[in-house]
């Protein structure tokens, strides 16, 4: 791996941390590393199952091993998951090599955005709208807690990568 500081995208679910991860990837000379496919290959099962058979505490605890394996590593752009750095443990591994970015989406958005999913565990209820607004409000302070900065991430993902780049003096 090259020695360039991992960058590490924070959000919500849909805010864009795997496609903007993968162009930003692309344009910084970094490799992409979603966090959730990362703890499927681990494990040999969907993120989905995990929860089914496991539960999210046995999620929430490979999520932990998978911020400590990355966290040993560089030149990394990681999607974390949309519960990852809401517990600061996993903020603090993460941070030891890398910067922490906020893609901050408004609630309306986010909810457009998901409005069809059907592979987030935690969305598979009537009152989806609801769950995404509560959920919002819970992690967003946390997001901003963890993150070194935030992106607006609404406007399309070319010009995501272009403002990170940008915030890290990356050129753009």
């Given at each position: 791996?090259?020695?360039?500081?991992?960058?590490?995208?924070?959000?919500?679910?849909?805010?864009?941390?795997?496609?903007?991860?993968?162009?930003?990837?692309?344009?910084?000379?970094?490799?992409?590393?979603?966090?959730?496919?990362?703890?499927?290959?681990?494990?040999?099962?969907?993120?989905?199952?995990?929860?089914?058979?496991?539960?999210?505490?046995?999620?929430?605890?490979?999520?932990?091993?998978?911020?400590?394996?990355?966290?040993?590593?560089?030149?990394?752009?990681?999607?974390?998951g949309g519960g990852t750095l809401v517990r600061r443990e996993n903020a603090e591994l993460l941070r030891r090599t890398g910067v922490i970015v906020l893609l901050d989406v408004p609630l309306a958005e986010l909810q457009r955005r998901l409005a069809n999913d059907t592979a987030r565990p935690l969305l598979q209820k009537p009152n989806r709208n609801a769950v995404i607004e509560e959920l919002l409000g819970q992690r967003l302070p946390l997001y901003r807690s963890a993150a070194d900065f935030a992106v607006d991430a609404g406007a399309a993902p070319a010009e995501v990568v272009r403002s990170i780049l940008a915030a890290l003096g990356e050129g753009g």
């Amino acid at each position: 791996m090259s020695g360039k500081r991992n960058i590490v995208l924070c959000g919500f679910m849909g805010c864009g941390k795997s496609t903007v991860g993968s162009l930003f990837a692309g344009k910084s000379g970094r490799s992409f590393v979603d966090m959730d496919s990362y703890i499927e290959k681990s494990v040999g099962k969907s993120v989905s199952a995990i929860f089914a058979e496991d539960g999210e505490a046995r999620f929430r605890a490979l999520e932990r091993e998978a911020c400590e394996a990355l966290s040993r590593k560089s030149g990394l752009v990681i999607a974390s998951g949309g519960g990852t750095l809401v517990r600061r443990e996993n903020a603090e591994l993460l941070r030891r090599t890398g910067v922490i970015v906020l893609l901050d989406v408004p609630l309306a958005e986010l909810q457009r955005r998901l409005a069809n999913d059907t592979a987030r565990p935690l969305l598979q209820k009537p009152n989806r709208n609801a769950v995404i607004e509560e959920l919002l409000g819970q992690r967003l302070p946390l997001y901003r807690s963890a993150a070194d900065f935030a992106v607006d991430a609404g406007a399309a993902p070319a010009e995501v990568v272009r403002s990170i780049l940008a915030a890290l003096g990356e050129g753009g």
